[in-house]
């Protein structure tokens, strides 16, 4: 058993805006939810809430291991992770974006630099182990965001837009990626795409954002 | 003409041949503005961090004081100083009038408010993308602020060098609290303008050739930091 993830009646809204509105859906472990919706529907805001980044107005954001429910703490924030849209690279190496999860985790020397390895290896971005990030083409920083949450291990993988304004090559890399992650690792993978064939192509259960709630596509 | 020419031969003989006067008194400046900037660092940093990053309360108004800050006039800084530190003032006990303490004090008081302010906009300006990054790959509150401030930390380093041009070449300030009292608290600036209204110009231009080289120094650092924060490359930055 991983971790479950369900959402309750979640309301959440900007400035007045109703972005989600009376929201439910629960996601069971080692499954791949790809979530499709017009700009604007709250695709991202559904993510930042359940990567407990934003707090709903109303609601429950419940995470369970075994059926016990877990607090939103920092542990628990430790087992998930949600690749942004637009990444949020740090302005260093590419070794040290990779290594940033795994050292703030307390991981360091032969066993982070292993980790760090596999993981660039898996985005095919070893060789750049020690580029500037900045450097890198929008393409591989996709790839190199993903990279960074492989590094992890992390239960619930979300991906916001993982191959959004990028060339068909780096998007099939980044394909072959979550394929592989699936496979590989147990986690689930919640992915938002505007691509339908990219959807059907990866996704187990196929979900649409209308209206403020997830329905089925 | 050919006083000045003289003045800046004896000026380079001073300079080439170490001599001792004017090597202590470089020493000594180096010293009070390094400590006073390490000092105006440790307390500045902080505080633009947590204006940045925090809810604080009167934000605005902190914000304005501090940018008012880098124009205090350094004159009137080491004045308000001189009050609180003379044996009338409330911290006269602390005898610490014309030592370099004293100017140590004053020119952190004057580095403190650039520091602070420019370490607040550089932090400020941080993607705001960086710090849900962050917090995305498990970060606790206070790694997530290191995350954002080392992000910034180009434009912090330049406002560091910032405040370092500031106290370098500042005289008024510790000229008051040192008193320019010779092998103790008598500095660069304020012997260049000691020598110079005595009309000595060799140690006053020797100094001067000093200065003149470490501001130099200060420009190019500040330039090759703004373009390493843009370029990300230090090859990139010196180009």
Same mark, same amino acid.
Not at chain 1, 186 to 204: E, K, V, Y
Not at chain 2, 166 to 178: D, F, N, P, S, T
């Given at each position: ?17 109703p972005i989600l509105q009376d929201c439910s859906f629960a996601f069971a472990s080692g499954r791949t939810y790809v979530l499709q919706g017009p700009n604007g529907s709250g695709k991202s805001t559904l993510f930042r809430t359940l990567a407990l980044l934003e707090p709903p107005d109303r609601g ?107 060339? /068909? ?26 691509? /339908? ?18 329905? /089925?596509? | ?55 604080v309360p009167f934000k605005g108004v902190v914000i304005s004081l501090l940018n008012t800050g880098m124009g205090l006039p350094p004159v009137a800084a080491g004045l308000f100083l001189y009050l609180f530190l003379s044996r009338s003032g409330p911290l006269g006990f602390m005898g610490l009038l ?142």
């Open positions: 058993m991983g971790l479950e993830l369900e959402i309750v009646q979640v309301f959440r809204s900007y400035n007045g805006n429950r954001v419940e995470y369970r291991d075994g059926g016990r429910l877990l607090s939103a703490s920092l542990q628990l924030r430790r087992r998930i992770t949600l690749v942004l849209p637009s990444t949020g690279i740090f302005n260093t190496t590419v070794f040290a974006n990779v290594a940033y999860g795994l050292k703030i985790r307390g991981i360091t020397g032969a066993a982070r630099e292993a980790r760090v390895h596999d993981a660039l290896v898996a985005v095919g971005l070893a060789h750049k182990k020690w580029q500037r990030a900045a450097e890198l083409s929008s393409g591989e920083t996709k790839r190199l965001g993903i990279a960074r949450a492989m590094v992890i291990n992390p239960e619930i993988l979300m991906l916001d837009e993982p191959s959004a304004n990028i060339d /068909p090559a780096n998007t099939e890399i980044i394909e072959s990626i979550i394929v592989k992650m699936r496979q590989e690792r147990q986690a689930a993978i919640l992915m938002i795409t505007h691509d /339908p064939t990219q959807a059907q192509r990866l996704g187990d259960e196929l979900l649409f954002m209308r209206d403020g709630r997830i329905v /089925p596509a | 003409m050919q006083s000045i020419l003289d003045g800046f031969a004896a000026a380079f003989g001073l300079i080439i041949t170490f001599n001792p006067e004017l090597w202590r008194i470089i020493s000594l400046s180096i010293q009070v503005s390094g400590s006073a900037l390490i000092l105006a660092t440790l307390l500045g940093l902080p505080v633009g961090a947590g204006l940045a990053m925090r809810r014309y030592t370099p303490t004293a100017m140590i004090i004053a020119q952190c008081i004057l580095a403190f408010p650039i520091v602070a302010s420019l370490s607040h906009a550089a932090i400020a300006n941080v993607d705001p993308v960086i710090r849900q990054a962050a917090l995305t790959l498990g970060a606790t509150p206070i790694q997530e602020s290191l995350a954002v401030v080392k992000e910034a930390r180009y434009a912090i380093l330049a406002g560091v060098m910032a405040g370092l041009g500031r106290v370098m070449a500042e005289v008024g300030a510790i000229l008051i609290v040192g008193g320019n009292i010779a092998g103790y608290t008598r500095v660069m600036t304020t012997t260049i303008a000691l020598e110079t209204d005595k009309g000595n110009f060799e140690l006053a231009i020797a100094l001067g050739i000093i200065l003149l080289i470490i501001s130099f120094a200060i420009t190019v650092a500040l330039r090759f930091l703004q373009r390493l924060g843009r370029t990300g490359t230090s090859a990139a930055a010196w180009a």
